[in-house]
């Protein structure tokens, strides 16, 4: 059963802690993606990935972090500098040669 | 630099009316455009998307969506919708190069008897 798995489905992060999302897919796919989803701005890229250990920023990186140790795997921490965190998170891949992304069902982060 | 604009931030709609969902993109996008679909407190799911060939494309559930060049528009239609058909729908482009999406704000359907 192929697909993208986030998890926790919620989270807290209280103040000045560092939190960590995770994503993991089994789909072979290349390239993965963090987005932010807040209320009437649709979606924000965070930070991408094209292949494993190598990443890039988005649109709004600061606050963010990645790592890509794995193809499966790309999580994303919310360090404390990210002043503003609460939002839902989604994270999405998508093969090379073709570039439709599949998301996962998403992670909501909220503030103690 | 290249976006997406959809025209409505909310439609409301009667139960088995027809619904247009308006989407422009910027002539800079490329002419790979996609619509995603996402229901509350969930992820984003695809509908249907436009990479080449035919200028109409249809969904397994009734959408479909055409590809106008000359307008820059990718409008998702359904001419007949159902309850569960409301939820937020993303209209997307992706721009030359990599694979990066550009999302606009996206419409909400709303779907009452």
């Known amino acids: 059963d192929g697909g993208i798995t986030q998890s926790p489905k919620y989270l807290f992060r209280k103040e000045g802690q560092n939190v960590t999302l995770s994503c993991e897919q089994n789909?072979?796919?290349?390239?993965m993606y963090w987005y932010r989803q807040d209320p009437g701005q649709g979606l924000r890229l965070i930070y991408y990935?094209?292949?494993?250990?190598?990443?890039q920023k988005g649109d709004i990186a600061e606050g963010y972090s990645v790592s890509r140790e794995k193809k499966e795997s790309f999580p994303l921490t919310v360090t404390s500098a990210q002043k503003n965190p609460t939002a839902f998170y989604l994270c999405?891949?998508?093969?090379?040669?073709?570039?439709?992304?599949?998301f996962g069902p998403g992670t909501r982060l909220l503030v103690l | 630099a290249q976006s997406v604009t959809q025209l409505d931030s909310q439609v409301p709609v009667f139960e088995e009316a027809p619904v247009e969902l308006r989407c422009n993109y910027s002539?800079?996008?490329?002419?790979?455009l996609f619509w995603y679909v996402q229901y509350p407190n969930q992820g984003l799911q695809l509908l249907l998307k436009?990479?080449?060939?035919?200028?109409l494309v249809e969904s397994i559930n009734g959408f479909e969506a055409e590809f106008n060049k000359s307008q820059t528009s990718f409008h998702l239609r359904k001419p007949s919708v159902h309850i569960s058909d409301t939820a937020e729908y993303f209209c997307?482009?992706?721009?030359?190069?990599?694979?990066?999406?550009?999302f606009g704000t996206g419409t909400r359907l709303l779907v009452s008897p």
């Open positions: 997307a482009g992706m721009n030359t190069g990599f694979q990066k999406l550009v």
């Open positions: 990935s094209q292949i494993v250990n190598d990443f």
């Open positions: 789909l072979n796919h290349d390239a």
């Open positions: 436009y990479l080449s060939g035919s200028t």
């Open positions: 999405a891949s998508s093969m090379q040669s073709d570039g439709t992304q599949y």
């Open positions: 002539s800079s996008v490329s002419v790979y």
